[in-house]
């Protein structure tokens, strides 16, 4: 079975640019999570999708960051325009309503660096 | 507002040896989940174990084995015959039970060091 993908896994980008990161879910997995990790420290959840909808984004930085999930699969997060502090790793991650409660499935994540 | 608190960054045990990783949480909660996540560099987050708190009983994963001590808001994680393979960030993680909430809140991670 197939993990969590993510891309790109490394970008470099200038401030004020936009940015992209892309994830694929695991097959059959109707919750999403963006976490966004800061160097050093724990994730923090940016936004959780429930199938289509947001469910929880409280979190998101609405003023500049932006996220989809189309058809309730894969989903993207954007960020427009790009300020130094948004440099980290942005991971995805999934899980679904069998299984086990609160476990997650992580991407490899995306690692930002805005200069 | 529930918080994960991890007070040691990093710590490094010897191959083989015992090493015993702290976390304490803060929640008004009565019923909810633990977890130990396991990040090892530039790879992806996997579970390590997991407790419910409803349960006395401390989880145990082969190496890995918890104490939870619900009283003291408190959840270790003990990695006995520790290998070079388990040289990570561990990250706590406090998941609440019922409502619409799947969000995990993480600690700030502690790296491990293992030394052969």
């Known amino acids: 079975e197939a993990g969590v993908v993510q891309s790109p896994r490394y970008k470099i980008i200038e401030k004020k640019q936009p940015v992209a990161f892309w994830c694929n879910p695991i097959?059959?997995?109707?919750?999403l999570y963006w976490y966004r990790q800061n160097l050093g420290q724990g994730p923090e959840l940016l936004i959780r999708y429930e199938n289509e909808e947001a469910v929880d984004d409280s979190q998101l930085p609405k003023d500049r960051f932006s996220a989809e999930r189309l058809k309730g699969v894969d989903s993207t997060l954007k960020i427009q325009p790009a300020e130094l502090g948004d440099s980290a790793v942005y991971l995805c991650?999934?899980?679904?309503?069998?299984?086990?409660?609160?476990?997650?499935?992580f991407g490899e994540g995306s690692r930002l660096t805005v200069l | 507002a529930q918080t994960v608190t991890q007070s040691q960054p990093e710590m490094s045990v010897q191959e083989a040896e015992t090493v015993t990783l702290s976390c304490t949480y803060d929640?008004?909660?009565?019923?909810?989940?633990l977890f130990w996540y396991k990040q090892p560099p530039s790879r992806q987050m996997i579970l390590v174990i997991r407790?419910?708190?409803?349960?006395?009983q401390n989880a145990t994963e082969n190496r890995f084995s918890v104490n939870f001590q619900k009283a003291a808001k408190s959840f270790s994680l003990k990695i006995s015959d520790s290998q070079l393979g388990d040289a990570a960030m561990y990250f706590c993680?406090?998941?609440?039970?019922?409502?619409?909430?799947?969000?995990?809140?993480f600690g700030q991670g502690t790296t491990l060091q293992v030394k052969p």
């Open positions: 993680a406090y998941r609440r039970t019922g409502g619409n909430t799947g969000k995990l809140i």
């Open positions: 929640t008004s909660e009565s019923d909810y989940y």
């Open positions: 407790q419910e708190a409803y349960k006395q």
């Open positions: 991650a999934s899980s679904s309503g069998q299984g086990y409660p609160g476990e997650l499935f």
């Open positions: 097959s059959g997995h109707n919750t």
